[in-house]
């Protein structure tokens, strides 16, 4: 598989991923707003460092049982307040992407 069509796979994976994560959470934290975000919602000045862990577990799981491998997202980035991926969804599926690209 040529690397673009493995990137698109990435990408593609990561986002379902994060979709499933995001609809497990939105009945979790009874925030049925989150469960279909668009692409450019920022969902780190929505939830608290609690959610952050929580987002980070449940997508670390998911990514795990997608790839058979256990992939960390964990980073200070994640948590930076300027940098968060968490900024904006579609850069967070894309540091999903990346990580699951990077294995």
């Known amino acids: 598989m040529s690397s673009i069509s493995q990137s698109q796979t990435d990408l593609a994976n990561a986002e379902n991923i994060v979709r499933r ?8 934290w009874a925030r049925p707003d989150l469960a279909e975000i ?6 780190f000045s929505e939830i608290d460092s609690f959610s952050v862990v929580e987002l980070l577990l449940q ?4 990514v795990e049982s997608v790839t058979g491998s256990y992939i960390p997202l964990a980073s200070e980035s994640v948590l930076d307040a300027d940098k968060s991926p ?17 294995g």
Do not use: P
């Not at 995001?22 to 009945?27: E, K, R």
């Not at 579609?90 to 540091?95: D, S, T």
């Open 38 to 43: 668009a692409l450019d919602h920022d969902l």
């Open 86 to 102: 968490l900024r904006e969804l579609r850069r967070w599926i894309a540091y999903v992407a990346e990580a699951i690209a990077r």
């Open 59 to 62: 997508t670390e799981t998911e």
């Open 21 to 28: 994560v995001m609809a497990n959470l939105s009945v979790e």
